[in-house]
DNA sequence: AATGAAAACCGAACGGGATATGGTTTCCGA
DNA sequence: TCGGAAACCATATCCCGTTCGGTTTTCATT
């Protein structure tokens, strides 16, 4: 049998680091943060800290592959609607602005098809209009939702507002994303 | 007398700069735009560029600034309505990837409050929005736009909206974006 | 038209960044 | 217990943006 994967030690540090990770972007934003600093907060040298991940660039996307885990297991599985996953995640996101910093960072960066998170993100917003596109399908099939609404486009739509709301968040964080997204909602959503 | 001021040559070649700082950074993307590169383009040293630019970011800020002033006054001053100057200006950004692409990128970065174009777009952002929002106002007054609708919200969310829609279709070219503010945008206007 | 001060520009160097290389040490299953 | 892979390090490399101390060019003043 061949021996691959990784020892107990090994698995356990690569958490480390991507936790860890998370605290130093939240701390000192995500352009001041080096894989120097990085390897420095886990007791590691800069070689040490590439042998987890090929790039510093694999390190942020995997922290943020991590974190799009967590989220779904805690507002994507037991909300009834994905409306309401979407703006519980919102307003957790309030909460840990070195994620919001990081992923609309390396969201942008990403846009270059030569970068390493480049297929991570297409398929990931693929994927996200998709399941939104459905919810509002169903929304539209239950009667919540204008009919005439073109499902795909305002999934897409919502997708952006969040994204988009993030960025004006950063840069003033007294505007409340969720109530914004809540907005959107109430305009999509029939009234009487 | 004191002399201050550049020289003719040194305005023109400050010109030349930010017109091949586009052109560089719509052919090699914004990650592999060195300043070394901008330099060779118009004939200089490094050392050179940056005696006309303090830093490679004030240099992109006023790329930026160069092209707000020039939407401005081709979609902003004869449009008949701001959210005709917004559609036109979104149409027109499409073709134009590396500035889309340049402000993208230096918004995000921006948000780092010691970042040098921190301030340029907590202002612009405040701008837009106020704008917005005032026509929205407007509209609300004329009728054609529900008086219940919290105007700075709604135009908040329309900045949100176009913001958030370049990163997905600079990740993903065929979605319109214009398409999907006028569809925001009928979502806001009064039907009926 | 001569002058001189500031603008325009350059070569070289600096510090810091990510990462590749060629190791040594530690782990752990066969 | 042993051997091979994982874990980890010191060092080197290359590119980046930026600084420093110049020289050359421009052009308002005289």
Redesign the pocket.
């Known amino acids: ?11 356990a ?2 958490e480390e680091i991507l936790t860890a990770a998370l605290e130093v972007i939240a701390r000192n934003g995500y352009r ?8 420095e907060a886990v ?17 942020f996307q995997e922290v943020l592959r991590k974190r799009d885990e967590v989220d779904h297991d805690s507002y994507g599985v037991d909300m009834a609607r994905p409306i309401d996953g979407l703006i519980a995640v919102i307003r957790h996101n309030a909460d840990v602005p070195g994620l919001v910093q990081l992923y609309a960072q390396l969201s942008v960066e990403a846009v270059d098809p030569e970068h ?1 998170s480049h297929d991570f993100f297409v398929e990931r917003y693929e994927s996200v209009r998709r399941e939104f596109g459905e919810f509002i399908r169903e929304e539209q099939r239950a009667g919540a939702i204008d009919p005439e609404l073109d499902p795909d486009l305002t999934a897409t739509l919502f997708v952006a507002a969040s994204d988009g709301l993030q960025t004006q968040w950063m840069l003033d964080p007294s505007i409340d994303m969720s109530e914004h997204i809540m907005q959107l909602w109430r305009l999509v959503a029939r009234k009487a």
Request: hydrophobic share 35%; aromatic share 8%; charged share 30%.
């Open positions: 049998m061949a021996r691959r994967g990784s020892y107990a030690k090994g698995i540090k690569r001041r943060t080096s894989v120097r600093e990085l390897a007791g590691l040298s800069q070689a040490g800290l590439l042998h987890y991940f090929s790039s510093k660039e694999e390190l390493p």
